[in-house]
């Protein structure tokens, strides 16, 4: 897929995501932006962020979650998941790190 394609499917699903969640957690991701990115940039690199890296929960300088789509989507081709469903597994991810779970609580929660 095209980045304008990966885009439009992306926002779709972060959209349908959102609004399917329980409205307690809906309202403190409200105050959230999900930032829709093809892959970390160089500084996130020497940051110390993969290159890899699906998603990230950053709270510095304010709270945001990025999502890197070019890695999402080569993750999903990889192991054979749809594109979609590795979005929203994605997004879910970082939304449980507002929550303030941890990498522990996440994957008990399956979403590794």
Not at 49 to 55: A, K, M, S, V, Y
Request: net charge negative; no cysteine.
């Amino acid at each position: 897929m095209d980045w304008p394609e990966l885009l439009r499917i992306a926002e779709a699903e972060v959209a349908a995501t959102i609004s399917a969640l329980p409205e307690p957690v809906r309202k403190v991701i409200r105050e959230v932006p999900v930032l829709i990115e093809k892959h970390p940039s160089p500084q996130d690199v020497a940051d110390g962020i993969e290159f890899d890296t699906l998603g990230y929960f950053d709270e510095d300088p304010v709270a945001r979650i990025r999502l890197w789509l070019e890695n999402i989507q080569a993750y999903a081709d990889e192991e054979e998941l749809s594109f979609e469903d590795e979005v929203r597994t994605t997004l879910l991810h970082e939304i449980g790190h507002v929550l303030g779970w941890d990498e522990d609580d996440v994957e008990e929660r399956g979403l590794g």
